[in-house]
């Protein structure tokens, strides 16, 4: 192994995984790159859209600003683990639901961010849904239909009909 490679271990959406690359990787290129989950986003590049949001240990991290070596040990959750193998999670139709996906860039970090804000908070108010997606920027809708689908998921707003599928 070259000095500047480092091995790594840890989970990822549950599973466990290996990987050795150079110690500079950063972890949104290895779960891209290496083991081609495409979900989470590149856009600013510096920890400012949340276009890259995974989970680290259960906290939220910028993956583009995150080295793969700190996800040694530990426990990486991107979007594709929080979509069931059929059909949409409850964030993800939710925002469908609501309209409140529109070019979709953002819409992978914003789901990671959801269900992370509704596991803390599963009755979250307006503000506690503002302060914990302040991380994640929508050029397209507003947040006005972003926001009407986590309320709805909080129960602070009324759902609308479920989409025609089993959900999760
Ligand atoms: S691409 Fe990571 S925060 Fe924007
Ligand atoms: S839907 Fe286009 S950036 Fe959010």
């Known amino acids: 192994m070259s000095a500047a490679e480092i091995d790594l271990r840890f989970t990822l959406n ?32 510096m920890e400012v859209c949340g276009a890259c949001t995974m989970m ?11 080295l793969a070596a700190d996800a040694d040990g530990r426990a990486v ?3 594709e683990g929080l979509t069931p193998a059929a059909g949409l999670s409850r964030v993800q139709e939710a925002l469908v639901l609501h309209g409140a996906v529109q070019c979709g860039f953002c819409t992978p970090g914003f789901v990671v961010a959801i269900t992370h ?38 129960g602070t707003e009324p759902g609308l009909q479920p989409l025609a599928h089993e959900r999760t």
């Open 117 to 154: 804000l509704l596991q803390q908070h599963p009755n979250a108010d307006d503000e506690q849904i503002r302060r914990h997606l302040r991380g994640n920027l929508c050029r397209c809708t507003g947040y006005v239909k972003i926001l009407a689908a986590v309320r709805s998921l909080a």
């Open 14 to 45: 549950g599973r466990e995984v290996q990987a050795r690359v150079p110690s500079h990787t950063l972890l949104l290129d290895l779960v891209r790159e290496r083991f081609g989950l495409k979900g989470s986003k590149r856009s600013c590049d």
């Open 56 to 66: 680290l240990d259960g906290n939220l991290v910028s993956s583009c600003t995150t």
């Open 77 to 79: 959750v991107t979007v």
